[in-house]
């Protein structure tokens, strides 16, 4: 696809590290799917996936994690 950022890229496959923060909460993924631009980097992680990492962030910060750093393993956001 086309950078939506840059507007001259194209996007392939790659991973990013996404850092999610709340409050005094902060979750780090790394390895994380995604579609990155081949001219300014930008990446596009999908919606499936955001929703995921978004879930996992909600349970650790209700759990009353402060920092966590992980690397992306598809689920990881099922419940313990």
């Known amino acids: ?3 939506t950022i840059c507007k ?5 496959q790659g991973t990013t590290t996404v850092t999610l923060n709340r409050d005094d909460f902060t979750l780090v993924v790394k390895e994380v799917p995604a579609q990155i631009c081949t001219n300014c980097g930008e990446d596009y ?6 929703r995921e990492l978004l879930q996992l962030a909600e ?13 992306y393993m598809p ?3 099922a419940p313990c």
């Open 59 to 71: 349970r650790m910060a209700k759990n009353g994690s402060q920092v966590d750093i992980r690397k």
């Open 8 to 12: 001259t890229g194209e996007t392939e």
């Open 75 to 77: 689920g990881m956001a």
């Open 1 to 3: 696809m086309k950078c």
């Open 45 to 50: 992680v999908d919606s499936i996936v955001v």
